[in-house]
């Protein structure tokens, strides 16, 4: 049974920093991926990291800002979230698939997501 359990989310200060990490068990996933979603809005994409040569891709909005990375022998993926925005406040979420994903509807695996409130 695959099991996705997201940690380290809380209440940072704008400019801080903060780190998620996602614990992944029940399988080997090659796309890993955070998505956010705030109040009152549609879950969107924040990163993805790929298993082998761990490529990275992200939400315009977070580039420069945010890092994802991964731990293979732990099959756990990060996301360092620094200079953060009130903006940045919203429940995020870990997506893990074992194929090539490169939209939401592909990801098969989510955790139940961790809040991340940014205080101006």
């Known amino acids: 049974q695959v099991q996705l359990v997201e940690s380290g989310g809380g209440m940072v200060q704008a400019g801080g920093s903060l780190r998620l990490s996602c614990a992944a068990s029940g399988g080997t996933f090659y796309a890993m991926a955070w998505f956010r979603q705030a109040p009152g809005k549609e879950r969107e994409f924040v990163g993805s990291?790929?298993?082998?040569?761990?490529?990275?891709y992200y939400a315009d909005s977070v580039k420069g800002r945010f890092t994802i990375s991964r731990d293979n022998a732990k099959n756990t993926v990060y996301l360092q979230m620094n200079r953060a925005k009130p903006e940045d406040t919203a429940v995020y979420f870990c997506?893990?698939?074992?194929?090539?994903?490169?939209?939401?509807?592909?990801?098969?695996?989510w955790g139940q997501g961790t809040r991340v409130t940014v205080s101006s």
């Open positions: 997506a893990a698939s074992p194929r090539v994903a490169s939209s939401e509807i592909e990801y098969d695996y």
């Open positions: 990291i790929t298993r082998t040569y761990f490529r990275t």
